[in-house]
């Protein structure tokens, strides 16, 4: 079983629609959970960090579940320049050893149309 | 602001040869990290250096040896390449050896060994 996992998608989503994914961790003692978002051919780039509490950042809103081992992304109001590649990023645990470490899932595609 | 840069962005080995790939960040980051990407995978770590004149085995460092060179540089050297390595690397760098801290990342190398 993969650490991180998430649906390769492609998730085909109308311009000014909402898309939510999941994904899901296997290590219970990850304790830094991020989205980067990644263009085609492009390096990734964070573009939140999710907190237990949830949080937001314009349109787009994380959520982490520690209970159940997932964190999900919603895109409200969809824009063109949203379609990229979403990668989960999740640190390997609270040792001094794995505190930089970072597992990445594979990425959820979405494309906005027009 | 150049970030992190890597050179080259593009090398084509034949099985056997050798090659270094360089990087450096002008952010004065402690922390530096090499990955690998393949199709269908999220990105996976080869080799870290959580700070100056340390470098660790990551997730996958088969076949690849680092140097810290300093603070800015820290170069991945494959001694004899595999088609196996065929891959798009990124070095990422962060300001500090911990899970919440952001990881930013060069542009990438895309090697095909043949």
């Known amino acids: 079983r993969k650490e991180v996992e998430q649906d390769p998608g492609p998730f085909n989503v109308p311009e000014g629609a909402t898309v939510a994914f999941n994904c899901t961790y296997s290590n219970s003692a990850s304790q830094s959970f991020f989205w980067y978002r990644q263009d085609c051919r492009k390096e990734p780039k964070l573009l939140m960090s999710?907190?237990?509490s949830g949080n937001e950042d314009g349109r787009f809103t994380a959520q982490l579940n520690r209970a159940s081992q997932y964190i999900s992304l919603l895109i409200r109001d969809s824009k063109l320049s949203d379609s990229a590649t979403y990668l989960c990023v999740v640190n390997r645990g609270a040792t001094t050893d794995s505190w930089g470490k970072l597992q990445f899932g594979a990425g959820t595609q979405v494309v906005v149309t027009p | 602001n150049a970030g992190v840069t890597q050179t080259p962005k593009f090398q084509v080995l034949k099985t056997g040869q050798s090659m270094t790939l360089q990087c450096a960040q002008d952010m004065n980051h402690n922390s530096m990290y090499w990955y690998r990407q393949d199709p269908g995978m999220g990105l996976r770590l080869i080799y870290y250096s959580a700070s100056e004149g340390t470098t660790d085995k990551g997730e996958v460092p088969n076949g690849y040896n680092v140097s810290r060179l300093n603070k800015r540089e820290f170069s991945l050297r494959l001694e004899s390449a595999a088609p196996s390595q065929t891959s798009v690397y990124f070095c990422?760098?962060?300001?500090?050896?911990?899970?919440?801290?952001?990881?930013?990342f060069g542009p990438g190398t895309r090697l095909l060994v043949l």
């Open positions: 990422a760098s962060s300001e500090q050896w911990r899970g919440a801290e952001t990881q930013y």
């Open positions: 999710v907190y237990s």
